[in-house]
């Protein structure tokens, strides 16, 4: 998702008019448990293979959701694999493109 700051900033520098139907929602306005999985998001590591992005390492969940106070855990689950299917998904789209791209070029 790309972050509404950017966005208006995107529209700043192309001398566009924001839409509103098009501007990225910010994650303010989500409800709290889509706040908390992205918060939780943010704190969980990567994991990497070699050639991609394989998604979040999970080891550290209880520990992150118990310092955040988490109680709707498995709400906040549902949001966050939701989250890291997207996220994951583009990572590895843009790994991809690079990878073309400089086949390309070499």
């Known amino acids: 998702m790309l972050p509404l700051e950017t966005y208006l900033r995107i529209c700043e520098q192309t001398g566009e008019e924001p839409d ?58 549902v949001f966050l694999k939701h989250i890291e299917a997207r996220n994951t998904t583009k990572i590895n789209k843009e790994l991809e493109r690079k990878r073309k791209s400089t086949e390309k070029k070499g």
């Not at 992205?38 to 590591?45: E, Q, R, T, Y």
């Not at 990497?48 to 109680?71: D, H, P």
Request: hydrophobic share 40%; proline share 9%; glycine share 6%.
């Open 20 to 77: 509103p139907m098009k501007m990225p929602p910010d994650r303010s306005e989500f409800p709290k448990e889509v706040q908390e999985a992205f918060l939780v998001h943010d704190f969980l590591p990567d994991n990497w293979i070699e050639g991609g992005y394989i998604g979040k390492n999970y080891s550290a969940l209880e520990s992150i959701l118990n310092i955040f106070e988490i109680e709707q855990r498995q709400v906040v689950l």
